[in-house]
Nanobody, 123 residues
Framework: QVQLVESGGELVQAGGSLRLSCAASGRPLASYAMAWFRQAPGKEREFVATISWAVELTYYADSVKGRFTISRDNPKNTLYLQMNSLKPEDTAVYYC????????????????WGQGTQVTVSS
């Protein structure tokens, strides 16, 4: 089993940048495919980005492609999400997730979840 803790969320102005981190413990991060999801108030949780466990293939939601970058540092057991050119519609609680199947975009395909970190983008 793996435990996940997100950090890095804060209030930022539109056009700004943030880097979210997800620290894993319990089992090596390298054992899992990882992903970021987000949930805005009143909306369902949605897929943001995912990275495979082996050759670090990545896949992004169209809404963030070209602005967000997912990466992982397996020796540090940490997942990252670099977010640039932020928009007010990026405001949400961001969750990291771990699973055993690579490049999945459905939340029910991930077994482990963090508690989330709030990102607020002001206009």
């Amino acid at each position: 089993q793996v435990q996940l803790v997100e950090s890095g969320g804060e209030l930022v102005q539109a056009g700004g940048s943030l880097r979210l981190s997800c620290a894993a413990s319990g089992r090596p991060l390298a054992s899992y495919a990882m992903a970021w999801f987000r949930q805005a108030p009143g909306k369902e949780r949605e897929f943001v980005a995912t990275i495979s466990w082996a050759v670090e293939l990545t896949y992004y939601a169209d809404s963030v492609k070209g602005r967000f970058t997912i990466s992982r540092d397996n020796p540090k057991n940490t997942l990252y999400l670099q977010m640039n050119s932020l928009k007010p519609e990026d405001t949400a609680v961001y969750y990291c997730a771990a699973g055993t199947r690579s490049l999945r975009s459905r939340d029910d395909e991930y077994e482990y979840w963090g508690q989330g970190t709030q990102v607020t983008v002001s206009s």
